[in-house]
């Protein structure tokens, strides 16, 4: 069995054959990016307004040639009607509103990808996009969600597979998307419809579907907690009305398995210390859009939670492999020197972040990042192989989240 064939086994065993997943995660994540999905049942028949804001400036100096760097102030902001018509039923009607300061263009289409722009349609002054969001607890345990689904740092993806950044800068997910916990194991299924196409467009339909679970050993609140992670995405390109050339086709996979554990301090200073390792794999099943068809990776990581402050730290190395919507960090493929590739990149990371809860719907954090990659080789845009000396980057963000509800009547 060839590699490419390999790779294709593994990752579907992924998506249908594996254990759960949702990684150690980062206190911005946690504090301000992620959104609680649970229904209020004391709630039903409220209609409120409801306004959900992330502000932010990030600065990434970034040297090498595996990106390059740039700087990101600005905000997005919801405003929303929220409606309980039922006791197990929620919706939430507005619009998603995305501002860079400086900025007076930007592009119509949704984006969140990794190919390059195709749109050709703008807006003027922000970029605008309508929200609605339809949810039903089907059980205690048990949600569905149509329309804006529950995505970025909801799903908890490691950062290999998904840029936290991207829950500054993507436009909300929309589609399909299936909510199950447990005391012993966590499910998020979806899918993202990322492009639509009509007849005769010049652009092809793309959508996302992807796993994020988790097997859970023991009770998480035990001073030692142990669990095992699966995630997997796959991305689809094409369409059966597509009029690009010979109506080509792209599908590309990543995926994850791992194993972690936690250790629950509970002491006023030191609260916790999680470690977690995953074997991490990319598979182009069809297309050619990436120089390689299949590769992997393996990302080891810690963290130590002091008061509001958590030190990460983690290791990667990786053979041939993609991020769908991962940092380019962890890839094999330079995104600034076309048909530059990397043999076996090694990247050491360390972080530290600040975050904290100033009251319900109120957090603020910062995030400080290094990146390292350690000296190897590359192959130039004309295919020679050529030394690669050592790069550090560094990244560093504030961040602010405000999400007030205010009631307007209950019927």
């Known amino acids: 069995m060839g590699k490419a064939s390999t790779w294709g086994v593994i990752l579907c065993s992924f998506l249908w054959g594996s254990g759960p997943l949702v990684p150690v995660r980062a206190q ?29 400036f990030k600065d990434n100096e970034y040297t090498g040639k595996f990106t390059k760097g740039y700087s990101l102030p600005g905000l997005w902001v919801q405003p929303k009607a929220v409606y309980y018509p039922l006791r197990n039923v929620k ?11 400086g900025a007076n263009k930007y592009p119509s289409m949704a984006y969140q990808d990794i190919a390059y722009w195709k749109g050709k349609q703008y807006q003027k002054g922000v970029h605008v996009l309508p929200y609605f969001r339809a949810q039903m607890a089907l059980s205690e345990h048990v949600n569905i ?21 991207l829950n500054l800068t ?30 005769k467009d010049v652009h092809q339909e793309a959508f996302t579907v992807g796993l994020s679970s988790r097997v859970k050993y023991n009770d998480p609140a035990s001073r030692l907690h142990f ?11 094409g369409g059966e009305i597509d009029t690009l050339y010979q109506n080509s086709v792209q599908t590309l996979m990543n995926g994850a398995v791992g194993i972690g554990g936690v250790w629950n301090i509970n002491h006023r200073l030191f609260k916790k210390m999680e470690v977690e390792l995953d074997l991490v794999g990319y ?10 068809d299949s590769g992997y990776g393996v990302y080891a990581r810690t963290s130590v939670d002091i008061y509001d402050f958590r030190v990460k730290t983690a290791y990667w190395q990786c053979e041939d492999f993609i991020s769908l919507f991962g940092n380019p960090f962890f890839g094999a493929a330079s995104m600034s020197d076309r048909g530059v590739t990397f043999q076996r990149p090694k990247l050491v990371y360390l972080g530290l972040e600040y975050s904290r809860q100033l009251g319900k ?38 961040y602010m989240r405000v999400n007030p509800s205010f009631l307007i009547k209950k019927f």
């Open 28 to 56: 911005v994540e946690e504090k301000i990016y992620h959104s609680d999905y649970h229904i209020d049942t004391a709630k039903v028949r409220e209609l409120s307004v409801e306004l959900d804001n992330i502000s932010f």
């Open 91 to 101: 919706l939430e009607a507005g619009i998603h509103l995305l501002v860079y300061h």
């Open 145 to 165: 969600v149509l329309g804006n689904i529950y995505g970025a740092a909801n799903h908890r993806l490691i950062e290999p597979l998904y840029n936290p950044e």
């Open 170 to 199: 993507c436009d909300p997910e929309a589609g399909l998307q299936v909510l199950f916990d447990s005391k012993a194991f966590d499910l998020d299924v979806w899918v993202n419809w990322q492009s639509f196409i009509f007849r």
């Open 227 to 237: 669990y095992s992670p699966v995630q997997a995405l796959a991305q689809h390109r």
């Open 283 to 292: 598979y182009q099943q069809a297309g050619s859009i990436w120089p390689f």
């Open 361 to 398: 719907g109120f957090s603020i954090g910062v995030d400080v990042d290094v990146f390292h990659h350690l000296s190897g080789e590359m192959t130039d845009g004309e295919g020679g192989l050529v030394p690669m000396g050592s790069a550090t980057s560094f990244s560093a963000g504030a």
